[in-house]
Structure formats: C-alpha cells, structure tokens
C-alpha cells in the first residue's frame, strides 16, 4: 500500500489574497474543519519576525500558534512555512507545531539549509521547500538534493511555482528526487493551476510514487492561492477515498467551503485564466501575466506575444521595469501620419473642447453634461466608448478591448485612435501614434485621457472641459457603465496624473465638471 499523506495550506498560500487577514473566527473553524476531514497535516500560516492581530495567518511564537488551535488535533500535524526570516528567534518545540517548512529560491539556498539545520535543533521536522523547480538543470537539482541529504530532513518538495510541469516533467523531477534522496525523506509536491493540470498531476504522482517512501500533496479549500491557484485539496480526498479507500470527510471540509473560502472567492476571484496558462507555457513568473492584464489595454493575443519576448534571464523573478519597457515596446506601433495637421484646422472653428471620460460620476450629471455640449462652438469627444445620452462628435480610442466591447465600429466616421490600433480597426478619421502621445516630459502614463489632451496640446488647444475623469478608487465603481470595468485593473496611480496634468498641462484652461480626484482647490462643479 502506497503512503499518501494531505496537507493543506488554505491559510497559508491562500493569505497570498488577503494578506493572511482571514479573521481569527474563520482560522479557528478552518482548522477545525481540517482536523475533522482527517487532513494530514494543516499548514495554519508563516512564521514571522513581526507580532500581527489574532486575525492574522503570521506567526511570530508558538504562543501565537496555540491561540488559533483546538485542544484536539485529531491525528492531523501542525505546521508552519518560514520563508527568508530569521528563525532564531522561534521557541523550541514543545509539541504544537510539528512540521516547519522551508521555502527558498535557489540563490537563497544557504540561507534555507542554515535555517532548517536551526529548526531541526530546536525539534521541529523540516521540509525543504525549493520554490521555481523549473529553473533547476537536472545536475543543479541533484546537488540541491545531495546537500539536503545531509540535513536527513523530514521531507523534500517539488514546487512547481510557474504552474508549468506536465507528466513528463513531474516524472523526471519525481525520478531524481526517488534515486537520490536518502531512503526515509518523504517527498513532497506542490501543484498550481496555471495550465489546468494540477489535479491530473496529482494523480499522476501517486500512479508513479514509490511504495517505500511517502508522498505528500499539497492542496486548498477549492484551490485558494495566489492567482490562478492551487490544487483542490476536496478533489484529491475525494480520489484516494475512491480509489484507495481512504477516510477523508469530505463534509466537513465542503462545510469549511461554504461558509468561509467561496464567500472570500467572490471577492478576491481565484482560478484557471489564459494569460496565467501562458506564463507556464513559457516558463516564466506568472506576475509577467498579471502585470499585463492589468493594464486592461492587451487582448490575450498581445499577452502572449509579449511573454514570448521574454529573455530567459528575466524569466525567474519579476522585474517590473523590465515588462514595462517590453509592453511600451509592444505598443510603439510606427505610423506616418501628417493628420496633426487636418486636426488642428478642425479645431481652429472651435472655441472649446468637451472631453467625456467614462468615470461613474456622469451617471448623476448627464443634464449637467449635456448642457455643456450645447455651449457655442463646442466640439464634444468621449474616450473609449460612445455614450448613449449624448451624440458625440468624435470618439477617441487608445484600447482594442474598449473598440470591441463597446461595439465603437458603428462610430468608425467619428473614431480617433492610436497607432497600436490601426492593424485591428479598418476605418477611421484620424490617427496618432500611441507613444508619441503616452509621453509627458519623458514620464510614461497609458491614461487615455491624458493621451488625448496631448494631442489638444500639440495643436496648441487648451480651453478644455472635462467629465467623468474620476480619478480609480479601491471603494467604489469606477465605471459609468460594469461593462467598461476589467475583472483586473491596474489602479493608476492618482498622484502621478496630478503631477502630470499639474505640470504638463499647466497652460491649459481645464475645468471639470463632474467630481474627481484631480481636481484643484479652484476647480468647481455642480
């Protein structure tokens, strides 16, 4: 008989959403829940250098561990992860925690190893926990694991950080650790979601593991991690209860589902997503994706094709500098365009520019809105989408998403857009190239609106008015309409469009006339 053991880090790797603040009441009735499944082994949370609130998974003495358990543990083990803190300070083990895992990346290694061999002093088992296994060459791998021979640790994992390991992978990784690992060191696997694979995996590892040494999975409350997220801990007990009779109880942990890690999903949304799935097929840090979804601008095609771009030296740890540069890249679509000049006899017959942004705030003052638009010689523009009260003149578009979902075709007359458009958008009125616009004394920022008043600015035209140009809040719809909203959005940073209307803007006539962050002292609206 195979020996496969659970072990769950739902308040471990799932304090990646909400910064381990899960309540004490829902860490308490978690563990419970766990215990009362018959889980393995319940990883509660980290260690850490810093005391936090009961309603934190951070753990900086055993006292603070206890405070969250039930005098009961069942058969179930406690542990912890450290992850590059000093672990000097930690007590020694009196029995509350069984297990301290040691997560590291590879240039860390001396670091893990030094605080295991102190852990293990002080009583604890240690599972060694090299984060980024991708990265390792089978020789680099082997001597990471001959150095762990010499600790004789509890435990070794594989993680699979990128979510990129596919049979093939898990089978060669799973082969090296079986040989060379000394006989008695358990194995561990840590799985995420990225590809869609992880529950495939972990059914794969216990078909290959070997009997004589003891494989431990990983998993969550319905997968809860860091996006895209994990292995779901329910559907693996639910398969070794079928398959190998086991007696994992499932109720409680559905219970555990309901009514603390579903309720949290449906705000902090978890789960398989293409643009994570294209992080692991190109085998770099998934924070690439994501910082790429969140400008909200980029079809998943974009995503893909810059990813691909990505040297294989940046791949390991995130550089925000870096995917930032390669995104302006992306976007520097090159186009020979002399429509400055057609643009600025347009707005010579004008005396003022109404710009219609679509911030939340013109839902409560479309009458407002529209009086404005009658003013003489006024030309009305809204930017990325077209709104229903109001028959523009032109609509300025910077981002295909907005083009699609809006339907802004039937507008294809009126549209302005910019350069990393024109091979997307057939027809259109003008166009101007998109970094030539993005900016501002050498400052980038992809804020439409500010693209747009660029371009007022190139013609020399300032007596602007503007609505909706609200300004991203944390608290509140950003959008006038939900569809213009993005599951993800990057908030842009408020200061720093204060700074640059401040600055770059100065000698305009601006004048908003609906609430926003950006507006001065002097400014006022209805």
Same mark, same amino acid.
């Given at each position: 008989? +195979? ?15 909400? +910064? ?101 002093? +002080? ?251 009658? +003013? ?151």
């Amino acid at each position: 008989m +195979k020996d496969i053991k659970l072990l769950d880090c739902t308040l471990r790797d799932g304090g990646h959403l909400n +910064k381990g603040n899960f309540g004490e009441k829902t860490i308490k009735n978690v563990i419970r829940s766990l215990i009362n499944s018959h889980i393995d082994i319940v990883e509660v949370g980290f260690m850490s250098e810093e005391s936090f609130s009961p309603d934190y998974t951070n753990f900086k003495s055993l006292r603070d561990v206890k405070r969250i358990l039930p005098k009961n543990h069942g058969n179930s083990k406690i542990s912890l992860m450290a992850d590059f803190i000093d672990v000097d300070h930690f007590e020694e083990n009196d029995g509350t925690v069984d297990i301290i895992r040691v997560s590291f990346k590879r240039h860390r290694i001396s670091w893990a190893l030094n605080a295991a061999k102190t852990l293990m002093s +002080k009583g604890y088992k240690c599972c060694i926990n090299p984060v980024n296994v991708n990265v390792y060459t089978d020789e680099q791998f082997i001597d990471v694991i001959k150095q762990v021979n010499e600790l004789n640790p509890f435990c070794f994992t594989i993680v699979d950080t990128f979510g990129v390991l596919r049979k093939r992978d898990l089978l060669r990784l799973y082969s090296l650790a079986d040989h060379n690992l000394k006989p008695g060191i358990s194995i561990g696997l840590h799985l995420h979601e990225n590809l869609g694979l992880s529950l495939t995996l972990a059914q794969y590892a216990i078909d290959i593991c070997s009997p004589n040494r003891t494989l431990i999975i990983d998993g969550s409350l319905f997968g809860m991690g860091r996006v895209p997220g994990n292995l779901c801990i329910e559907q693996i007990m639910d398969h070794l209860n079928v398959e190998y009779n086991t007696n994992y109880e499932l109720e409680y942990a559905y219970d555990a589902i309901d009514d603390y890690i579903a309720p949290i999903k449906q705000k902090i949304p978890w789960g398989y997503m293409i643009p994570y799935s294209l992080s692991a097929s190109c085998k770099i840090h998934r924070t690439y994706a994501e910082y790429l979804m969140n400008k909200g601008k980029l079809k998943t095609k974009d995503i893909e094709h810059i990813l691909n771009t990505i040297e294989p030296e940046e791949s390991e740890l995130f550089n925000e500098d870096y995917i930032e540069r390669k995104y302006i890249e992306y976007m520097d679509v090159q186009v020979d365009t002399d429509d400055y000049i057609p643009f600025k006899k347009l707005f010579s017959k004008v005396d003022k520019c109404l710009v219609i942004a679509p911030g939340s705030s013109i839902g409560a003052n479309v009458d407002r809105i529209i009086e404005e638009s009658k +003013k003489p010689n006024t030309i009305v523009v809204s930017v990325n989408f077209s709104p229903t009260f109001l028959d523009v003149d032109y609509v300025f578009c910077t981002n295909i998403k907005r083009y699609e979902s809006e339907n802004l075709s039937v507008c294809d007359d009126k549209l302005i857009i910019t350069s990393n458009l024109k091979d997307s958008i057939q027809t259109y009125r003008y166009i101007f190239g998109f970094n030539d616009l993005s900016f501002n004394d050498n400052v980038f920022c992809d804020d439409s609106v500010l693209m747009f008043l660029n371009i007022l600015k190139k013609i020399d035209f300032t007596d602007v008015s503007i609505a909706g140009f609200d300004g991203l809040s944390k608290t509140s719809d950003n959008y006038y309409i939900s569809s213009l909203g993005y599951e993800q959005h990057h908030e842009i940073q408020n200061d720093k469009i204060k700074v640059i209307l401040s600055k770059r803007f100065s000698s305009f006539s601006l004048s908003f006339i609906t609430p926003s962050v950006y507006m001065s002292s002097g400014d006022e609206h209805d």
